[in-house]
């Protein structure tokens, strides 16, 4: 055994029972060495041996491995190897470079994989059977190169729109959330259900306060333009709960929408006004998975105090129910006072509440989820258009401003008085002649912001001659719009003063002045710059909806067209009777029998109406109290035959009746100018 050892030790060739040579390649080998595996275990030490001692009996030399091995003697190379001899062998000779190609060895005993007795394609075979396997296992294998994986990186799609604006998740829904939030689908199912008016406060005060418990566990503040796009908000849910027309609550309804989005949101600039406005749309899925994660977690969690929860509640209830209708069956008043408080629920009404259950429900995890992690719409980035040169820009902006000073100088001498020769000359009337250029107008104001809007886009941008430039000839086509507005309004106010006043004009009206509001904003942020314009113009927005509901449109209409009749002017009672409850004061104002047959209709609706008083606007429960003291009376065809008379009269003046009111008849005229 000791004469096999030293022969080994020694390096003379053809020693029997040589152990395999153990050491670790050098960090300067080539990859395919620092990526051999280690052979491990007794047989593939024996495996490594064979190949390790053919090679030191053609070299003459101690062959190298990159692996360790385990064997009944000392072993040589620049690691370590430990066996059951005489004790510990180590050196410290540095593993030689022998054997990998590029080397002067005539051998040929090392193989491509670098390790010393591997055969490869072409090298030494150690006269064993079958293929030559790598030892090394496929987890010791060299990684894929770094460009495959910048490749496979490179193929992955790029995240959406939404990926990329939303935050993280949410932190776990609170208890106070939920509860807020089913307390605004119980509110809905209970209160919206019979009608609009104070239940949608209650229902939006639930939802609120979703938002601010979730806002509050994730870590938001409560800053100033949220205070206000919320304050406006609920501000606009009060006009449903005062007039009793469903046009201007309808809009308010969805700007109240809009402004709470919009406080949820926190948006800035013009992609956050516009995205975030109906944004909330895009939580709703999101919401309804976060809040019933937070259910399922609480019910796994306290299945006991759920348990109680529910029996408290159920006896409650029943003890509610039965001393409730006992008190009621003993006291009729005290039967009325709670048919009064408590909601009509019916069942063939059921599937309706179950519905606004779920859309309460829904609507407030909605708005808690997004004030808990909202959209970054303002990470959406418009970048201005590339910038024209000064010529190229300025020209066709400073024509169409001498265009509109033409325009507008004969506008100024029409409106000081010169009506008189305008339509001696044209062969119109004041009515027809207003009527012709109020929806052209219109148009024109609505193109002018648009050709603002790119104008400011592709604007020269060099320097302060440039900005000065831009706001110069701007500002003089923002002046010159202005005065177009005005023009719109007056033909307008001679149009309504000739045929009288209806819900199109008025609407149409208000949305002329609210272009003149855009136009003035856009002047003074060209000034103090346009930093606050976006959501400047989205309050303006709120606070024309929010004033078009509080003036009573239905009831402008009526006292317009009653104080017409007063200078004895043709009034149409046919479409009068069709207003809402809002118009019940000006028109008991009315002379019989014009009076009776307009509020007759609407007397005969709140008649039919059991709405309860949640559901009841100011406007209906004033219009009540003036009919309980004077009911109109019925005058059947008596009615009809005013109306007739109406037109009879008109005809009888050389003017035919168009919507209602009459019009002059001037042959082929705009069809977009009927209004």
Not at 284 to 290: A, E, L, N, T
Not at 356 to 380: E, I, N, S
Not at 420 to 428: A, I, P, R, S
Not at 453 to 477: E, M
């Amino acid at each position: 055994m000791s004469d096999h050892a030293s022969e080994a030790a020694s390096g003379r060739p053809g020693a029997p029972g040589t152990p395999p040579e153990t050491g670790e390649a050098e960090p300067s080998r080539s990859r395919a060495v620092a990526g051999a595996g280690r052979a491990e275990g007794p047989e593939a030490a024996r495996d490594a041996g064979q190949p390790a001692a053919s090679a030191r009996s053609r070299s003459g030399a101690p062959a190298q491995g990159s692996g360790s091995g385990e064997g009944p003697g000392p072993a040589e190379g620049s690691g370590s190897a430990q066996g059951p001899g005489p004790g510990p062998a180590q050196s410290s000779v540095p593993a030689r470079r022998e054997g990998i190609p590029g080397n002067d060895d005539p051998s040929g005993a090392t193989g491509p994989s670098g390790e010393a007795g591997s055969d490869g394609p072409g090298g030494a075979h150690d006269g064993r059977t079958g293929p030559d396997v790598s030892t090394a296992p496929a987890h010791r294998k060299a990684p894929p190169p770094p460009a495959a994986s910048r490749q496979r990186r490179a193929q992955q799609p790029p995240p959406g729109l939404l990926t990329r604006l939303r935050p993280p998740g949410p932190p776990p829904i609170t208890a106070a959330t939920l509860c807020s939030a089913l307390a605004a689908g119980l509110l809905s199912a209970l209160l919206l259900g019979d009608g609009l008016g104070l239940n949608l406060l209650f229902v939006a005060v639930a939802a609120a306060l979703a938002a601010y418990f979730a806002a509050r566990a994730a870590g938001r503040r409560l800053r100033p333009w949220t205070a206000v796009w919320a304050v406006g908000g609920l501000a606009l849910l009060a006009v449903p709960a005062l007039r009793d027309a469903g046009w201007p609550s309808f809009l308010a309804l969805v700007s109240a929408l809009a402004l709470g989005s919009l406080a949820l949101h926190g948006s800035r600039g013009w992609p956050g006004v516009l995205f975030g406005s109906w944004g909330l749309c895009a939580s709703v899925s999101r919401g309804v998975r976060w809040g019933w994660r937070g259910v399922r977690d609480r019910a796994d969690d306290s299945r006991g105090r759920v348990r109680t929860a529910a029996r408290t509640t159920g006896v409650a209830v029943v003890l509610l129910v039965v001393f409730g209708a006992l008190f009621a069956s003993a006291d009729p008043a005290f039967a009325d006072l709670l048919s009064g408080l408590t909601p009509d629920l019916g069942i063939g009404d059921s599937p309706w509440r179950a519905v606004l259950f779920v859309l309460g429900l829904f609507g407030a995890l909605a708005a808690a989820h997004t004030a808990a992690a909202p959209v970054r719409w303002d990470g959406m980035t418009v970048r201005p258009g590339p910038a024209r040169k000064r010529a190229e820009w300025a020209v066709p902006l400073i024509v169409l401003d001498l265009l509109f000073a033409l325009f507008v100088g004969f506008q100024l001498v029409v409106l000081l008085g010169g009506y008189d020769k305008v339509l001696e000359e044209t062969g119109l009337t004041r009515s027809a002649y207003a009527r012709q250029g109020f929806w052209q107008l219109l148009w024109a104001t609505v193109l002018t912001l648009v050709v603002i809007a790119l104008a400011r886009r592709w604007a020269p941008r060099g320097g302060r001659h440039d900005r000065t430039l831009v706001r110069s000839v701007l500002g003089v086509l923002c002046v010159l719009t202005l005065v177009v507005v005005a023009s719109a309004l007056r033909r307008m106010d001679l149009y309504v003063e000739a045929f009288g006043l209806t819900r199109l004009r008025i609407s149409v009206a208000a949305v002329e002045l609210w272009l003149g509001v855009v136009l003035v904003l856009i002047l003074v942020a060209g000034v103090f710059g346009a930093r606050l314009l976006p959501r400047a113009v989205a309050v303006s927005a709120a606070a024309c909806v929010l004033a078009f509901g509080l003036v009573s449109p239905d009831g402008l209409i009526a006292e317009q067209n009653v104080h017409r009749y007063q200078e004895r002017k043709a009034i149409d009672i046919d479409y009068l009777r069709e207003l809402s409850a809002d118009a019940v004061p000006a028109l008991d104002t009315l002379p019989e029998p014009l009076r009776s047959c307009a509020l007759e209709r609407i007397q005969r609706k709140l008649a039919t109406s059991d709405a309860p008083w949640y559901a009841t606007s100011w406007g209906e429960a004033r219009a009540r109290d003036v009919l309980a003291a004077n009911p109109a009376e019925p005058h059947g065809t008596e009615c009809y035959s005013l109306g007739r008379s109406v037109d009879e009269q008109a005809d009888e003046r050389g003017i035919h009746e168009e919507g209602g009111y009459p019009r002059e008849d001037h042959g082929s005229e705009d069809p977009s100018a009927s209004y």
